[in-house]
T-cell receptor
Framework: DTGVSQDPRHKITKRGQNVTFRCDPI?????LYWYRQTLGQGPEFLTY????????KSRLLSDRFSAERPKGSFSTLEIQRTEQGDSAMYLC??????????????FGSGTRLTVV | DAKTTQPPSMDCAEGRAANLPCNHS???????VYWYRQIHSQGPQYIIH???NNETNEMASLIITEDRKSSTLILPHATLRDTAVYYC???????????FGPGTSLSVIP
């Protein structure tokens, strides 16, 4: 297992288009998190899953955003009707609540979205 | 909101120890102190965490004051690759959602 994978690494889209990002967590990790990061700021929490259940959503996650984690494996984050303010790095992380040792979150390298 | 306060930036000479402070005066008794770092254009990376005892691993040492209101992350021999933003975070467990503050931007200077 090579860690958390995110696809694509970069995405340029026109305003108003829909985009979907994918995250493949570490296989034995049962929790999966999505964050958004704009230039010069720390990552902001969006939502997280335990297995396939979405347990919390930030108020930052407007109704244009939806996240899924079917079968508790990979996850997708979709943004509908993109706006220029959606331009950011979207980060995925996973963690294991069942492990004996706490290694914190493992983050992917992110998907950089540019809305033009 | 983040429960920690960190200086916005610091410099450190290559090969010297980098000591990054963090204040968390409102920490509760069962909350841990976690440190992550983010190298430019990469996702954050877990470094170390602790409750009240000092901790050391292959990356760094964490010194927590006896009253637990502050801590220091120590990189014993800083290299240019340690140039990054360092985040100090207080949370109950690593399975809670991590709330990042602005962190400390560490520049290691040759």
């Amino acid at each position: 297992d090579t860690g958390v994978s995110q696809d694509p690494r970069h995405k340029i889209t026109k305003r108003g288009q829909n985009v979907t990002f994918r995250c493949d967590p570490i296989s034995e990790h049962n929790r999966l998190y999505w964050y958004r990061q704009t230039l010069g700021q720390g990552p902001e929490f969006l939502t997280y899953f335990q297995n396939e259940a979405q347990l919390e959503k930030s108020r930052l996650l407007s109704d244009r955003f939806s996240a899924e984690r079917p079968k508790g494996s990979f996850s997708t984050l979709e943004i509908q009707r993109t706006e220029q303010g959606d331009s950011a790095m979207y980060l995925c992380a996973s963690s294991n609540t069942m492990g004996q040792r706490d290694y914190g979150y493992t983050f992917g390298s992110g998907t950089r979205l540019t809305v033009v | 909101d983040a429960k920690t306060t960190q200086p916005p930036s610091m410099d450190c000479a290559e090969g010297r120890a980098a000591n990054l402070p963090c204040n968390h005066s409102t920490i509760s008794g069962n909350e841990y102190v976690y440190w992550y770092r983010q190298i430019h254009s990469q996702g954050p990376q877990y470094i170390i965490h602790g409750l009240k005892n000092n901790e050391t691993n292959e990356m760094a040492s964490l010194i927590i004051t006896e009253d637990r209101k502050s801590s220091t992350l120590i990189l014993p021999h800083a290299t240019l690759r340690d140039t990054a933003v360092y985040y100090c975070i207080v949370m109950l467990t690593s399975y809670d959602k991590v709330i990042f503050g602005p962190g400390t931007s560490l520049s290691v200077i040759p």
